[in-house]
C-alpha cells in the first residue's frame, strides 16, 4: 500500500505544509534571484522589491501598514522582540528581589512557553509578571485583568489564539483596556494568523506575532507587527536592515512565501473557515457519539475553526497518540519535551482539568487539505483505538463502574 | 485518503499487523541488538525510549558539559532514535517520570536515610518497565514487550507456568534484578539475549551496522549522572526541603564504645570498610545501622557473617508460596555466588532464609533470590 494514500493528518496545528502556489513564488530566489534585499545595484533592487511586495502582502492580512511589519525567524523571535524589546534590562531594577516598583507585565496562564519563559525570565532579572487563570472555556476575565493592571505595567501581553483547544481571547475588549490604561499591547496570532480575520485597529493591538510554518509557508519565518510610535527596543545589533529593528540579511525567499501565504489566506480564509470547521465539527460530533464518556475541552468559548481537544476518560493520551499513529492518524498531545516524550500540558491544567484528565486529552487540528475522507477514517481509528486502550487501563474499569 | 501530494514526504506508517512487538530501548548496545534480532526474525517492531529522570533537575550535581553515555540522558534517546532510523521502524520516547520518581527514586533516597542499601534497577523492572511500560506496549497494539535483559523466560507445559531463569552467559546474567515478575508480566515478555554472550551481542550489532555497535556499557545507576550516591541523596532531600545538616551521629563498636563520627547513615552500607574516618589496628566493617539514634557499629570481619536473615515482600516466581521448607541456593547481592539454604514462607509476603554456612554482609534492603539451579524460584527483601 502506498504510504501516503492512508496516512491522515489532523496537526495542523504543528505545522502545515508550504503550497505549491507558495513554493513557486519562493522558487527564483533561491538561486535566479540570489541577491541580498540590501545591495544597491539592479539584482539588489529586485530582491528588495519582493521583500516590500511581501510586506505590503503581510501588512494586509492583518490591517497594518507595511511600514509596521518587522520580518523574523518565527513566532519565538516575534514574542521574545515584544517581550525583551518593550521590558528591556535598561527598564530593570538592579535587584532581581523585584520591589513594588519593578515593571509589570500581564500575561495568562495558557501562552505558548515562547511567553512564558521569556516572561519567567524578565521575572528573574526583577520584573513582576502577572498571570491571569482562565475558566474552564480557557478564557480570561476581562474584570480581572482591569484590576491587575497597575501604575507599574508596562506591558499586557495575551494570545489571541491558544494553540492546544483553539479558544479565542476577546482582544478588541482587551485592547480597550490597554488603551485606557495608556499600556502597550502585544498578541501572539501565531495560531490565529491566516485562520480567522485580524485587524491590528479593530483590536487595538501594538505588538503581534505571527509565524508563517502555520499559515502554508515555510519554517523559519515570521513577522512581529510594531505599531508606528512604539517605543520598541532592538534586541540583535548589525546593519541597518529593516529599519534597525532587526539586522541581519533579509531571508528573502522565506518572506517571499510568507507574503504569498498571507495573500492566499486572505482570499481563501473565509471560504477555508466555513468549509473546515464543518468537517471539525463533524469529527467532534462523531467522536462524542462514538466514545463514551468522552468531552470537548473548551468547546463553548469561540474557536479557530480547525481545532478541537477532546478528552478521553480512562485513557493515557501518549499511548493513545502512540496507537493512532502506528494506524496512520498524526494528531497532538500536550507537548513535546527536548526528548521528544510528552509533558503534561499547562493549558489544560490551567482551565482546571484534572492531572489524569489533562493526560488523556488529544488534540486534533484540521487543514486546508483535510477531506471527508480524512474525518471518516479519524471517525474509525480513534474510537477502536480508545476502546482497545481501555480494556488494558487499571483506572477504566473501576472509572466506568463509579459514574 | 489524503490527496495533496504533500504528505509524500511522510514517513511511512507502521502496518500494525499480528506479532508487532515492543522492543524497551535504553539506547545502549543490548537493546538496540534486541530490535535488530527481532527484526531479522522477520518480527514487526515498535522501539519505545523511556524518559525517566531529567537530568538537568538537580543542577548541582551537573558536571562540566551535557551529561554522556548515561541512561536518560539526551544522547542516549537519540541514540535509541538512530538505531530506529538506521533498522526503519518507528521508535517513540514515552514519559515515565513521574512512575519513575515515585516507585525508583523516592524510595531509593528514602531506603538509604533509614540505613539500608537498597536496588533501584529491581523496582525499576518491576514496577516501571513491566508495568506502566508493559502495559502501554500492549495498548498500542503490542503483544510482547521485548527487552535488552540477560535472562531466559521459559514456558513449562508439565506445570502450566512461566519460568525465569539465568542468562546462559553467567558472567552478564540479571536473573537477580527480575525476581519480582509476576507470571502474567513473564507471559508478555521476551528476553532475546538469554541465550547470548555479550560478545555475541556485540558482534550481532556490527554485523547489523548498529550505531551504538561500540557503545561503551553503562555502569552507573541512570539517575544519578555523577555515579555519587551520597551527593544525589543529599542534593534529592534538599530539592523536598530536607536538610541533612543534622544528621550527623556517631560510630560505635559492639560494646557502644564511640570510635567516631559520621555525618548521615545514608553514607553507609553493611561490610563497608573504607571511609569510615578514623584509623584502626585491625580492619573494621560496617556490622548495621541504626536510622532511629543515628548510629554506626562496626566489628571485625568474622561478625559480620550470619547464617539467618529474613525477607519481605516474597515474590514466588511460580505465582504460589512452596508448601514446606524449601531448599534452594540464595544470592544476597548481584555479585554473590549463590549458597545453599533453605527457605521458609512465614506467610504470603514474608520467609525466612537459613543458609547452610555463614554469608558476609547480608545488607537490609538488597535482595535475596533464590535459585534451583538456572530457575528463579522467587526472592524477597532483605530486612
Not at chain 2, 541512561?71 to 534517546?77: I, N, P
Not at chain 2, 521485548?146 to 539465568?166: K, P, S, V
Not at chain 2, 541465550?195 to 551481542?201: A, G, I, Q
Not at chain 2, 561500540?214 to 534529592?236: D, H, R, W
Amino acid at each position: 500500500m502506498d504510504s501516503h494514500m492512508d496516512r491522515v493528518y489532523l496537526d495542523f496545528n504543528a505545522t502545515t505544509p508550504v503550497e505549491p502556489e507558495v513554493f513557486d513564488a519562493m522558487r527564483p530566489f533561491f538561486s535566479a534571484e540570489f541577491a541580498n534585499a540590501a545591495s544597491i545595484h539592479t539584482p539588489g533592487q529586485r530582491a528588495r522589491a519582493a521583500v516590500e511586495t511581501a510586506r505590503e502582502q503581510v501588512a494586509t492580512l492583518i490591517g497594518a501598514r507595511p511600514q509596521e511589519i518587522v520580518f523574523t525567524s518565527g513566532g519565538t523571535e516575534s514574542d521574545n522582540h515584544a517581550i525583551f524589546g518593550i521590558v528591556g534590562p535598561a527598564f530593570l531594577p538592579v535587584s532581581s528581589s523585584g520591589d513594588a516598583n519593578s515593571p509589570q507585565l500581564v500575561t495568562t496562564a495558557i501562552e505558548h512557553e515562547a511567553v512564558l519563559n521569556a516572561c519567567q525570565a524578565l521575572e528573574k532579572q526583577g520584573a513582576r509578571v502577572t498571570y491571569l487563570p482562565t475558566d474552564r472555556e480557557g478564557l480570561i476575565d476581562l474584570e480581572e485583568l482591569r484590576r491587575a493592571i497597575r501604575p507599574e505595567t508596562v506591558l499586557i501581553t495575551i494570545m489571541h489564539a491558544n494553540n492546544e483547544l483553539g479558544a479565542v481571547q476577546p482582544l478588541e475588549e482587551i485592547g480597550r483596556i490597554a488603551k485606557e490604561a495608556d499600556v502597550y499591547f502585544h498578541t501572539d496570532a501565531v495560531q490565529s494568523a491566516g485562520k480567522i480575520p485580524i485587524d491590528v485597529n479593530t483590536l487595538r493591538v501594538d505588538l503581534l506575532s505571527l509565524s508563517g510554518h502555520k499559515f502554508y509557508a515555510p519554517k523559519g519565518i515570521g513577522a512581529l507587527y510594531v505599531r508606528g510610535g512604539t517605543r520598541l527596543r532592538q534586541l540583535l545589533y548589525g546593519g541597518h536592515h529593516q529599519r534597525g529593528f532587526r539586522p541581519g540579511t533579509e531571508n528573502v525567499a522565506g518572506i517571499v512565501g510568507l507574503g504569498k501565504a498571507a495573500e492566499i489566506a486572505r482570499k481563501t480564509l473565509a471560504e477555508d473557515a466555513r468549509r473546515i470547521s464543518a468537517l471539525r465539527d463533524k469529527l467532534q460530533q462523531g467522536l462524542l457519539q462514538r466514545v463514551l464518556h468522552s468531552r470537548v475541552n473548551g468547546g463553548a468559548a469561540p474557536r479557530t475553526p480547525n481545532t478541537t481537544n477532546l478528552v478521553f476518560p480512562g485513557v493515557e493520551g501518549e499511548a493513545l497518540l502512540i496507537a493512532l499513529d502506528l494506524k496512520g492518524l498524526a494528531c497532538s498531545t500536550g507537548a513535546a519535551c527536548s526528548s521528544g516524550a510528552v509533558e503534561p500540558s499547562h493549558v489544560l491544567t490551567a482551565i482546571g482539568l484534572p492531572p489524569e484528565e489533562a493526560r488523556a486529552s488529544l488534540r486534533f487540528s484540521l487543514g486546508r487539505h483535510t477531506t471527508s475522507a480524512d474525518i471518516d477514517f479519524a471517525l474509525n481509528v480513534v474510537p477502536a483505538a480508545v476502546t482497545q486502550l481501555r480494556e488494558l487501563s487499571p483506572t477504566y474499569g473501576k472509572m466506568a463502574e463509579a459514574r | 485518503m489524503a490527496t495533496a501530494t504533500q504528505f509524500a514526504t511522510l514517513p511511512k506508517r507502521a502496518q500494525t499487523q499480528r506479532g508487532l512487538v515492543a522492543v524497551a530501548m535504553s539506547g545502549g548496545v543490548d537493546s538496540s541488538a534486541v530490535a535488530a534480532l527481532l527484526q531479522q526474525q522477520g518480527r514487526a517492531v515498535v522501539g519505545l525510549t523511556m524518559q525517566l529522570w531529567n537530568q538537568r533537575r538537580l543542577p548541582e550535581l551537573q558536571g562540566d558539559g551535557p551529561a554522556q553515555h548515561r541512561c536518560c540522558s539526551l544522547d542516549d534517546v537519540y541514540d535509541a532514535k538512530a538505531v530506529a532510523q538506521h533498522l526503519n521502524f518507528p521508535h517513540y520516547v514515552v514519559n515515565f517520570e513521574e512512575q519513575f520518581e515515585a516507585r525508583v527514586v523516592r524510595p531509593f533516597v528514602d531506603q538509604y536515610l533509614a540505613g539500608r542499601t537498597p536496588i533501584a534497577c529491581t523496582n525499576c523492572n518491576t514496577d516501571v518497565k513491566f508495568e506502566p511500560l508493559l502495559r502501554m506496549a500492549r495498548q498500542i497494539g503490542a503483544e510482547r514487550l521485548a527487552t535488552g535483559h540477560y535472562a531466559r523466560i521459559r514456558r513449562n507445559d508439565a506445570i502450566r507456568r512461566w519460568e525465569l531463569l539465568r542468562a546462559r552467559d553467567e558472567t552478564k546474567d540479571q536473573s537477580y534484578f527480575l525476581w519480582g515478575l509476576s507470571q502474567e508480566q513473564l507471559s508478555r515478555s521476551d528476553f532475546p539475549l538469554g541465550e547470548l554472550t555479550k560478545e555475541e551481542v556485540r558482534a550481532l550489532a556490527r554485523r547489523a551496522n548498529l550505531p551504538v555497535a561500540e557503545k561503551p556499557e553503562s555502569m552507573e545507576l541512570c539517575f544519578v549522572p555523577t555515579g555519587n550516591y551520597v551527593q544525589f541523596i543529599q542534593a534529592y532531600s534538599r530539592e523536598r526541603g530536607i536538610s541533612l545538616q543534622n544528621e550527623t551521629g556517631v560510630i560505635v563498636n559492639e560494646n557502644g564504645d564511640v570510635l567516631g563520627r559520621h555525618d548521615g547513615v545514608h553514607n553507609f552500607t553493611i561490610g563497608q570498610r573504607k571511609g569510615l574516618g578514623f584509623a584502626a589496628g585491625k580492619p573494621l566493617y560496617v556490622l548495621s545501622i541504626d536510622p532511629e539514634k543515628n548510629r554506626v557499629v562496626v566489628g571485625e570481619d568474622d561478625v559480620l557473617r550470619k547464617t539467618v536473615c529474613e525477607v519481605e515482600g516474597v515474590n514466588w516466581i511460580p505465582g504460589d508460596q512452596p508448601p514446606g521448607p524449601l531448599r534452594a541456593f540464595a544470592k544476597i547481592r548481584h555479585k554473590h555466588e549463590a549458597a545453599p539454604a533453605t527457605i521458609d514462607a512465614l506467610d504470603a509476603a514474608t520467609a525466612r532464609v537459613t543458609f547452610e554456612a555463614p554469608q558476609r554482609a547480608i545488607t537490609p534492603g538488597q535482595a535475596a533470590v533464590f535459585y534451583d539451579g538456572d530457575i528463579v524460584l522467587g526472592g524477597g527483601w532483605i530486612r
